[in-house]
């Protein structure tokens, strides 16, 4: 990739070399404007990449990106790369995947034309990098696409936070396993995260002091956390944010008095799922900690 690449992670080139591929590229290049300021600037932003691919005599990716901008320009919209399309190698594949996660958490929360330079940018600098990853040659230009895309995307998530908090995913109602009367033992409880969150929601803090009162009024051994994540993020982001959930119960816990020294820690990423979904699917009831007082 020459330096003409690089530049599209500054700003969309406007201007093309002489095509290799004269059909895909002039169609690209008079595909445009797009229906919406974003579907235009994903188109503009393809243009660049796949003029940048020819003058490297790239004609596959060339082709690909040119392609795209078509599709950008008369769909309105297109998917970022995934791993059935572009073949990346298995060590680099989680930190890909995270990445494109945060790109579709985005594109599903955000107003794509109130910001749609920066969220086209995101994408395009994103399957710029996933191109760069599958070459795997040229390490300057792989650094340079993912410095671009997480640019663009921190731009794009502030932008859509203050949404988010706006309009929050609703949470289940709060859920506390009754037992029988003649049953001493406390709980079980369990408590409940927001999608993409460790954080206590208010509802989940109400359950946490329930479990510190009932404690009071019980000689227990140990505490038993166990922490939950939906199906919705790649396998080793999961593992990570159900331990930070329990870790954030432990928290509360410790803080209202709990003997750190009984409390027991286990996460299990997706692994079990109170409600069973396919992969990729949202679940509230699944990310959750259970609490089991002993």
């Known amino acids: 990739m020459n330096f003409s690449k690089l530049a599209v992670s500054v700003i969309f080139a406007s201007s093309m070399a002489a095509c290799s591929g004269p059909t ?4 690209a290049r008079n595909a445009g404007p797009g229906a919406t300021a974003f579907s235009e600037a994903l188109r503009q932003g393809y243009v660049s990449l796949a003029a940048a691919e020819q003058q490297e005599a790239d004609g596959r990716d060339s082709i690909n990106f040119a392609e795209k901008a078509i599709r950008a320009a008369t769909d309105g919209d297109v998917a970022p790369y995934n791993f059935s399309t572009r073949h990346i190698k298995a060590r680099f594949q989680d930190e890909l995947g995270m990445a494109r996660e ?11 034309d109130s910001i749609p330079r920066d969220l086209a940018r995101a994408q395009v600098m994103f399957d710029c990098w996933m191109q760069e990853q599958e070459e795997n040659w040229q390490p300057s230009h792989i650094e340079a696409c993912k ?3 997480e640019a663009a995307m921190a731009t794009v998530e502030d932008n859509y936070a203050e949404l988010a908090r706006i309009e929050p995913e609703p949470e289940p109602e709060p859920e506390v396993m009754v037992v029988p009367k003649a049953i001493v033992i406390p709980g079980p409880y369990v408590v409940y995260f ?3 969150r460790s954080m206590l929601s208010r509802a989940a803090r109400g359950i946490l002091n329930q479990v510190l009162a009932d404690m009071d009024d019980y000689d227990y051994v140990v505490i038993s956390l166990a922490g939950h994540a939906d199906r919705s993020g790649p396998d080793k982001y999961n593992n990570g944010i159900s331990a930070r959930r329990a870790q954030t119960v432990a928290g509360y816990l410790v803080t209202g008095g709990v003997d750190e020294g009984k409390i ?3 996460s299990y990423g997706e692994g079990q799922p109170a409600v069973p979904t396919a992969d990729g699917v949202r679940e509230s009831r699944n990310r959750r900690v259970e609490i089991v007082i002993e």
């Open 264 to 266: 027991i820690i286990e």
């Open 147 to 149: 410095r671009s895309f």
């Open 24 to 27: 895909h590229m002039e169609d």
């Open 194 to 196: 927001d999608f993409d």
């Open 102 to 112: 945060r790109l579709m958490v985005a594109k599903n929360h955000t107003d794509a």
